[in-house]
Nanobody, 115 residues
Framework: QVQLVESGGGLVQPGGSLRLSCVAS????????MGWYRQAPGKERELVAN???????SYADSVKGRFTISRDNAKNTVYLQMNSLKPEDTAVYYC?????????WGQGTQVTVSS
């Protein structure tokens, strides 16, 4: 089993920054993909960014140039640095880990961008 625990969400003004963290524990394979998804009220969950153990990244078009995903493989931790936040970034952000065709989710952390 794999457990994911997110932290770092909160309320921030437009143009501000937040850093999300997600720590994975349990049966973590050496090769995996970790990422962040988000779900706004009334919308489907969408991919924000992901990163492989080798460091390859991909981003949703809506966050390119503003968000940066990174990871520390030794700590089984993934980060999401979010800059220039917009009200439309408001959502519950979920950490995800995929390995051996299985996917695991964290409990989610709320990010609210509002003045």
């Amino acid at each position: 089993q794999v457990q994911l625990v997110e932290s770092g969400g909160g309320l921030v003004q437009p143009g501000g920054s937040l850093r999300l963290s997600c720590v994975a524990s349990g049966s973590i394979f050496r090769i995996n993909v970790m990422g962040w998804y988000r779900q706004a009220p009334g919308k489907e969950r969408e991919l924000v960014a992901n990163i492989t153990t080798g460091g390859s990244t991909s981003y949703a078009d809506s966050v390119k140039g503003r968000f940066t995903i990174s990871r520390d493989n030794a700590k089984n931790t993934v980060y999401l640095q979010m800059n220039s936040l917009k009200p439309e970034d408001t959502a519950v952000y979920y950490c995800n880990l995929r390995q051996a065709s299985l996917g695991y989710w964290g409990q989610g952390t709320q990010v609210t961008v509002s003045s």
